[in-house]
T-cell receptor
Framework: SQQGEEDPQALSIQEGENATMNCSYKTSINNLQWYRQNSGRGLVHLILIRSNEREKHSGRLRVTLDTSKKSSSLLITASRAADTASYFCATDIKGAQKLVFGQGTRLTINP | SAVISQKPSRDICQRGTSLTIQCQVD?????MFWYRQQPGQSLTLIAT?????????ESGFVIDKFPISRPNLTFSTLTVSNMSPEDSSIYLC???????????FGQGTRLTVV
């Protein structure tokens, strides 16, 4: 399967703590993207990191990319109850005009 | 950005019937994508819909089961044909404004087949 692996599959933390999710993939990429999905609704784009970038920040989000290990991580700092959602990584694969999604991490923030 | 209106948002259908899902974008886009998300699972690409040409289907998906129309640069439909309970899923349309950029998604159609 081309789909990447994400871990953990589920993560439950207290509000205010940091949440880290990891994504691994199998092929060469143009970029890697992270999305959030609330309760089976549409996906919302969070951040895009290109293959020649190693780290990117957006507000409370920090994404890293290690192309040698074919892996990425998403860090959400100072989590809030509203961050409760499923998070998916998606790889824009070289030579293919499509995104391939990972299995997702279900994040629960407990108040 | 792009705003996508997807209809219906949900439906309950009898097995053996067909449902057509509409996706309307607020701007012209070259590429539109249709995904299926089975319960508790990730997104799987069904097909890529390009205006003026036949849709390109991924392995495991066929045109007879999932016919797609793309009559212009702002609109597409996906039909789920001869439905069975195994087709119960969320179906999502998506667009990209340019190569190697982020995707924008509709709110999804939650389909239940009984």
């Amino acid at each position: 399967s081309q789909q990447g692996e994400e871990d953990p599959q589920a993560l439950s933390i207290q509000e205010g703590e940091n949440a880290t999710m990891n994504c691994s993939y199998k092929t060469s990429i143009n970029n890697l993207q992270w999305y959030r999905q609330n309760s089976g609704r549409g996906l919302v784009h969070l951040i895009l990191i290109r293959s020649n970038e190693r780290e990117k920040h957006s507000g409370r989000l920090r994404v890293t990319l290690d192309t040698s290990k074919k892996s990425s991580s998403l860090l959400i700092t100072a989590s809030r109850a509203a961050d409760t959602a499923s998070y998916f990584c998606a790889t824009d694969i070289k030579g293919a005009q499509k995104l391939v999604f990972g299995q997702g991490t279900r994040l629960t923030i407990n108040p | 950005s792009a705003v996508i209106s997807q209809k219906p948002s949900r439906d309950i259908c009898q097995r053996g019937t067909s449902l057509t899902i509409q996706c309307q974008v607020d701007s012209q886009v070259t590429m539109m994508f249709w995904y299926r998300q089975q319960p508790g699972q990730s997104l799987t690409l069904i097909a890529t819909a390009n205006q003026g040409s036949e849709a390109t289907y991924e392995s495991g998906f066929v045109i007879d089961k999932f016919p797609i129309s793309r009559p212009n640069l702002t609109f597409s439909t996906l039909t789920v044909s001869n439905m069975s309970p195994e087709d119960s899923s969320i179906y999502l349309c998506s667009v990209e404004k340019g190569r190697w950029t982020e995707a924008f998604f509709g709110q999804g159609t939650r389909l239940t087949v009984v």
